[in-house]
């Protein structure tokens, strides 16, 4: 009789396979914002003339409108009002266009590639960030195309190298706030006409009460008081103190102080505290907004 003896079956258990590390800083992180950046770029600045067109109509007003202003009468005491009209344009080309790339964003969460990349690993404030590193290079671009631009049509500016740190400072710093409210806006907006139509009144408006082509205090009294509270305002007299107005003729409008040179780091601080707020809000709605 023949002992057949079974060996028993070795149980393999399967390891679970872990999910891949989200990155948190160095390389990893540095590349993803790289290849977002990148992707970003392609969407929006395909050919050249995505870039130029946003430029005609603040060129235009530093080419024509300003010169034009000037010649018919209105001024500032002790400064060339071609060249602080020229300066007010840049209130006006940097909030709009931080904030048409919130176009992108709906256009991205509607039809683009939006759910696959909020699948990969990879914080999703490094998307918001991705999207703004692309909007402040093109704003910085235009920006100093219309410098260049007003100074061929008889801009006069005192450039220093103290004069360009306010200047890099608070134009940075407003860009970092308005693609805050661009991201945050087109994140609650169902559609691109909607938010199209809420530009004037994020862009527009404030300009006309921010200093951009007469001191604030020509305002009533009223509307001087808001003045001070927008960032815009701000922006405008850095950077009007940085390249045309030693005096901090703007900043007086705001502080009343005597000190320049604190009044300029008063209103960049306030420009400053709207970027780190905006921003802050800006991921929030766009993280709620993921996941809703």
Known sequence: MTTVVSTPTPVVTARPVRPEAVPRSGPGLLGALRTLAARRFALTARTPREILVPLSTPVLFALVIAPALDSIGPSVPGIDYMSYAALGTAGLLIPLNCLFSGVGVIVDRDSGARRDLLAAP???????????????????????????????????YDVTVSGLGWVVGASLLLAVAMYGVAEAVANRMPSVEEFTGALPGLAIVPWF??????????????????????????????????????????LHDIWGMTNTTAMAT??????????????????RVFTRSAVS
């Open 266 to 283: 008063l209103s960049l601080g306030v420009v400053a505290l709207f970027a780190l707020v905006l921003t802050a809000v800006s991921v």
């Open 209 to 250: 009460f921010a200093g951009s082509l007469f001191p604030i205090t020509a305002l009533p009294a009223g509307l001087t008081a808001v003045a001070k509270v927008l960032p815009l305002t701000h922006t405008l007299a850095l950077l009007r103190y940085g390249l045309l107005d030693d005096g901090g003729a703007g």
């Open 122 to 156: 990879i914080p999703r404030s490094l998307l918001v960030a991705g999207n703004f590193v692309v909007a402040l290079a093109i704003t910085g671009l235009q920006l100093g195309v219309l410098l260049v631009a007003s100074v061929l049509r008889g801009a006069e």
